[in-house]
């Protein structure tokens, strides 16, 4: 099961994702109460290991502006949330970077195919709002044999189910490893990877 943790802004937190045995972090370069600056990102990446990935999330901004955004903080992958076209895949691919595409459950049928993201991530409506979903209705959606992440909702003690539920092939996480919001609690951190990797 790959495991993304999202929102991180201490090197603490960062420290303990990878530890933990996170497959990506995030770093959230958008309004939020987890936002970072792109300059803070080029600090926090330094706890990040080769093998893992460093990820640039980002709202509604176009895509040629995430782009910049996540290369001044010397990322390599985005993740775009909002409404999206082929041609924003193919803005960050051709600018070299690799792409998380979010869509929702009440996205249009089309926005479930393959735009040649490297992956899909299907979240609740509000994204990072800690918003639960019947995430086994994904199923509805023929996503076996892709690689895209579950999210929205998740915490250390559902994570296991709904994946189940849902059949995932990754998880994505940000509230529920949460002390108060934007304040990433450690020791959920370490159960929410061990709950999803076991
Ligand atoms: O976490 C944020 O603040 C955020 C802001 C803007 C876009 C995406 C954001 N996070 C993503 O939301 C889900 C996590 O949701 P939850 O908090 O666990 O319910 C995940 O995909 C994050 O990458």
Redesign the pocket.
Known sequence: MFV?V??LSTPESVREAVEAGADAV?F?L??????VSPAQVTQLVKAVPDGVTAVG???TEPAVDAVAIARAAGLSWI?L?GERTPDDVKTAHDAGMKVIR?VTMGAASDAFADWGEELL?I??AV?????AWDYGSVRAKGLEGRHW?L????DPANVSQAARDAGAWGV?????VEQSRGVKDLAKIRAFVAAAKG
């Open positions: 993304k999202c929102g995030g959230v958008t309004a939020s109460p987890r936002v999330v980002f709202r993740q949330h979010a991530l979240d609740a994204p990072g709002s800690g918003e992440l999210a929205g909702g998740l994505d996480v940000s509230s529920g």
